[in-house]
């Protein structure tokens, strides 16, 4: 349960996209509009982006809401990207982990969150995490439902796969093993986001050729906001969006619709 937000394009302050707007993130974190789960995000929060020339992103997380953090509006004022992710937290139990359990989770490249909730969390998973090698799960930055996703996630990445198909993957293999899931992930790398709607809003805002905004849902009311379908991998650019549905494993088989393309 929380809100995030992805961004590529010109350069930016960071409080331009998530302090400024009239319903932006920050608000979210008390006064969401379309959170389906939960009311108040104020478990933790994080924000990272990527700076010229260096494709290892930088992170500030904290443990407490958003709006107590006095800093964060300095940082906000002046620290400009042209790519980021961030997100406010409504933890699935309180207190877990602190500032480790904020998104957004980091390795390499990657920027990773996770909005939702694993059912029946841990035990619904055990099968998953003997599939990790124990390096894997001693690495992992907190022991929480989005952490342990974040490492199936990561598992994928290193092995080869393609951000969407790591996703992908990940999504449907949870949703198999814990029925009922929430798996809105979101993923970004400095130049492309990879996102899935499962369980949760997601919409996304785009000028192709200029900018894209992927986010649990819109900072203000521009009508060229549009929302993604349930179940349906979200890959894009600062070019374009292409929406992809998903099959849930527990549904009966039937004709997976075509693609479709926003603009």
């Known amino acids: 349960m929380c809100r995030h937000l992805a961004f590529l394009g010109p350069e930016e302050p960071l409080g331009r996209l998530l302090v400024e707007p009239e319903h932006s993130l920050y608000r979210q974190s008390w006064a969401p509009r379309r959170q389906r789960y939960g009311t108040v995000n104020a478990d933790g929060f994080g924000v990272g982006w990527y700076a010229e020339g260096d494709p290892a992103p930088a992170r500030y997380r904290r443990a407490g809401p958003i709006w107590a953090d006095l800093s964060f509006a300095d940082l906000a004022r002046v620290v400009r990207t042209g790519a980021l992710l961030a997100a406010v937290r409504d933890a699935t139990l309180a207190g877990a982990d602190g500032e480790a359990a904020a998104a957004p989770f980091a390795a390499g490249t990657w920027l990773f969150s996770h909005n939702g909730a694993v059912a029946d969390w841990p035990r619904s998973l055990e099968p998953l ?38 996703l992908t993957d990940t999504v449907l293999e949870v949703a198999e093993a814990a029925p009922g899931s929430r798996l809105n992930l979101l993923l970004a790398d400095g130049t492309t986001i990879t996102a899935t709607a499962w369980g949760d809003t997601l919409w996304y805002l785009t000028e192709p050729g200029r900018r894209t905004v992927v986010a649990s849902e819109p900072y203000d009311d521009d009508p060229r906001w549009r929302e993604v379908p349930d179940r349906t991998l979200l890959t894009a650019s600062r070019t374009d969006v ?18 479709e393309t926003g603009t």
């Open 129 to 166: 995490a003997r599939s990790l090698p124990a390096a894997e799960l001693l690495s992992m930055e907190a022991r929480n439902d989005s952490a342990f996703v974040w490492a199936l996630v990561l598992a994928r990445l290193r092995a080869g796969d393609t951000q969407g198909q790591a």
């Open 242 to 259: 292409l929406l992809t549905p998903l099959k849930d494993p527990s549904a009966d088989a039937a004709p997976v619709p075509p693609k």
